[in-house]
């Protein structure tokens, strides 16, 4: 977008489109030329969609002229991670050899965001195969690494790296990306956005490449907490195509309680980067503005073995028809190359007592959620990495908050808000993690917390 | 977590490994099979430690089948 639209947020930019500041076609192509230059340096680009999206924005711009208003989004730029089903456009799942996979139809998200008049304008880079071959390094998609838009030499996360560098960038203002393990809120933290990994169920995942059926997630990438609710109040709802979606109607109305009770996840805490842990604790600074904090614990399981054994024997699964062709050899990470064959090996009763103990899990933290409307962390211990360096390198051993694999495991929903910088000018994030079904009340705490801060409104020199 | 240990058995990964090796044939002989084997040794080490921990005969999967017709 060029600086007159980048960085807007989605209310600003609705508004310009009703005043006749801006129309979604100027918008529309605003947004494609920033992807094609800054998005396209910053390997955040897969496939621009500029037919597709000056059909849209041309009518969005007749609609809104009509007086036929859809909403929000209407006219309003976006992009997709390139794992979603667009009609005749390639969908790559960011993976080398299936760079000409194209699909006859629009996976789900992408019908519902048409619905409410936003406007597709670019397929969007990810991690190969949402990064659940076991990347271990950044240069792990058929775009070369994400780069990150605070830092060029930094990496802008996984596996959702080019939504989360295209809004970081001010490219679009919103993007969808997927959460298997991580795979929202981390780029949301490295890029300094908001990111919001809706409940399982929430967003229907047809059309969405499956990783992990049992542990994938749809959600959006924005500038703020309050742009994430207005995206999935699009998104979210039951979908015949999709048989978890949860059946409930879900309606963008954040609220917070009168007495607002937030637990505070120390566990890992210590072995954080120092600037990580000064920004969580000038937040928590912040946050005892909105309610009473109080020390808390998750109970004792394992979170992470169990949600690793899930999502190996089913990635192995999932991507059972590429193992059995051999099209693995030709991934771009090597360690990726050996993804998949050692979940398929994974005894089948094992992989049934980690969905057993899933229940034990989730019961356990839904008792935390008696005690705490929300859990708070950083959302992660360390600012990107280096592009040039091994996760394990640059992590040094530092093992981490279990909240990242509990809450994927259960099902639960988080948002991740930027709450400061770290080292080598990048940025550090917060995150609030809730029972099931509390989106509305994390988006709450996220515009609160956001109201009281700045971080959101930084920019990167870009 | 109650009953943790560590250390699984080599017989585990091994049979792990001969899995593979039959589902994939020839696929374990370079750099990428050497990849595989450490991660079978991780997943082998996740298995154990998810066997220590206690359940009952009660403790269904957390997945639901439904005979009823949903469409």
């Known amino acids: 977008m060029t600086n007159d639209f980048a960085y807007l947020g989605i209310r600003d930019l609705a508004r310009m489109l009703r005043s006749g500041e801006t129309t979604p076609v100027a918008l529309a192509e605003s947004a494609m030329d920033r992807l094609e230059t800054v998005g396209r340096r910053l390997n955040a680009v897969v496939t621009m969609t500029r037919e597709r999206a000056l059909a849209e924005a041309r009518q969005a711009q007749a609609e809104l002229a009509a007086g036929h208003d859809r909403g929000l989004l209407h006219g309003i730029p976006y992009g997709a991670k390139d794992l979603l089903a667009t009609a005749g456009i390639p969908t790559t799942w960011g993976a080398a050899p299936l760079r000409d996979q194209v699909f006859d139809y629009d996976a789900t998200a992408i019908v519902r965001l048409q619905a409410a008049g936003a406007v597709l304008v670019a397929k969007l880079a990810m991690v190969e195969l949402a990064g659940g071959m076991g990347y271990e390094q950044p240069n792990a998609s058929l775009t070369g690494p994400g780069i990150n838009p605070w ?39 490295y890029c300094g956005i908001a990111g919001l990994r809706p409940t399982y169920g929430r967003v229907s995942r047809h059309g969405a490449m499956a990783l992990c059926w049992t542990l994938d997630k749809l959600g959006p990438l924005a500038r703020t907490a309050d742009d994430c609710g207005l995206v999935l109040g699009a998104l979210a709802g039951s979908d015949p195509l999709d048989p978890t979606t949860i059946a409930t109607p879900w309606t963008y109305r954040a609220s917070l309680p009168e007495r607002l009770r ?48 899930i999502l190996q024997v089913e990635a192995a699964a999932a991507m059972e028809d590429l193992l059995e062709k051999d099209l693995l050899k030709d991934l771009t990470a090597p360690e990726d190359r050996a993804g998949g064959y050692a979940g398929s090996a994974i005894p089948a009763v094992d992989y049934l007592r980690a969905l057993r103990i899933r229940r034990h899990a989730r019961a356990a933290l839904a008792e935390v959620f008696q005690r705490y409307d929300a859990l708070v962390s950083p959302t992660t211990d360390l600012v990107a990495s280096p592009l040039d360096l091994r996760f394990r390198d640059y992590a040094a051993n530092r093992r981490g908050s279990p909240i990242g694999a509990a809450g994927n495991l259960a099902g639960l929903p988080a948002l991740s808000v930027p709450n400061g910088f770290g080292e080598r000018g990048l940025p550090t994030a917060l995150q609030f993690v809730g029972a099931a079904g509390s989106e509305n009340l994390l988006l709450a705490l996220g515009a609160a917390y956001q109201e009281r801060t700045d971080w959101h409104g930084r920019r990167p020199g870009i | 977590m109650a009953g943790e240990q560590n250390g699984a058995p080599d017989g585990l990964a091994q049979s792990m490994r001969a899995i593979v090796e039959a589902r994939y044939p020839g696929r374990l002989g370079d750099e990428t099979g050497a990849r595989v084997e450490k991660r079978i040794a991780n997943l082998a080490e996740a298995i154990w430690r998810l066997r220590s921990y206690r359940l009952s005969n009660a403790d269904e999967p957390d997945q639901t089948f439904r005979a009823e017709d949903r469409a």
């Open chain 1, 151 to 189: 830092n060029e030499n930094a990496w802008s996360g996984g596996s959702s790296s080019g939504s989360g560098s295209a809004v970081g960038a001010g490219c679009v203002p919103f993007a969808i990306g997927s959460e298997t393990w991580g795979s929202i809120v981390t780029p949301a933290s």
């Open chain 1, 262 to 309: 937030l637990g505070v996840l120390r566990e890992g805490l210590e072995a954080a980067q120092p600037e990580v842990q000064e920004s969580f604790q000038t937040s928590l600074e912040t946050l005892a503005e909105l309610g009473t904090l109080e020390d808390a614990q998750l109970p004792d399981l394992p979170y992470a073995d169990a949600t690793s054994i």
